[in-house]
Each structure stands twice: as structure tokens, then as C-alpha cells.
């Protein structure tokens, strides 16, 4: 599967999970985010304020991971190591940690 074809799958199953009863775009995309551990980041209010609103935040991130040699991409893999994790945590996943650690105290307003 193409990487396009894969975000147009993503966004179908988002999609689908948003009309369900009770499930706002955080809830849905960090279902996907669970199912899909590899293939996408937990994108919730904390990362999106985290990151200043990104206006398309998945772009932005696949081009982030994919530029200089994939150099962002190594500096997780490096991270994930010496935090001492296995392989089976994902870079995606480091880089959830990470923001969530270097987000300010919560009741921080965001911009």
C-alpha cells in the first residue's frame, strides 16, 4: 500500500470513528493511533497545542521524519535506546513521550 493510499484508509476508519456516538477526533485518533502504533502518532489537544496548531499536522510530520537522511527519525531511535525500551515501541511512540514531557504544566494556555 502506498503512503497515500494508507493516509486515505486512515482518514476513512477517522471518519467512520467520528460519527460513532461519543467519539470526538481525540478519541478516534487515538484508537487509530493504538491500532496502528507505527503507522501514526497520538494526535490529541496536548500535541496540537504542543506543536502550535499545525495546519497539516500529518504532512508536516512524515516530511519532518522522512527529510535529511530521515535524521528525526534516528535521533527517536536513539532516544528509544537509551531509555532502554524495546523494538517494539515505536519511533512514533517516542515522539509522543517526548512532546507530551516537554509540554508545559496542564492548565497552560495554549497559543
Same mark, same amino acid.
Given at each position: 500500500m502506498t503512503p497515500k493510499a494508507a493516509l486515505t484508509a486512515l482518514a476513512f476508519e477517522n471518519s467512520f470513528l467520528e460519527d460513532q456516538y461519543k467519539v470526538g477526533w481525540v478519541i478516534a485518533g487515538k484508537l487509530l493511533? $493504538?491500532?496502528? /502504533?507505527r503507522l501514526l502518532p497520538v494526535y490529541d489537544r496536548v =500535541? $496540537? *497545542?504542543? &506543536?502550535?496548531?499545525p495546519p497539516s499536522f500529518w504532512t508536516d510530520l $512524515?516530511? !519532518?521524519l522522512r527529510e535529511d537522511d530521515a535524521a528525526l527519525h534516528h535521533? &527517536? &531511535?536513539? &532516544?528509544?535506546?537509551?531509555?532502554g525500551l524495546p523494538e517494539t515501541v515505536s519511533a512514533l511512540r517516542v515522539a509522543d513521550v !517526548? =512532546?507530551?514531557?516537554?509540554? /508545559?504544566? /496542564?492548565?497552560?494556555? *495554549? /497559543?
Open positions: 493511533a $493504538r491500532k496502528r /502504533p =500535541v $496540537r *497545542c504542543a &506543536l502550535g496548531h $512524515r516530511t !519532518a535521533r &527517536l &531511535l536513539g &532516544l528509544r535506546q537509551s531509555a !517526548a =512532546v507530551w514531557m516537554a509540554h /508545559p504544566a /496542564p492548565g497552560h494556555r *495554549c /497559543p
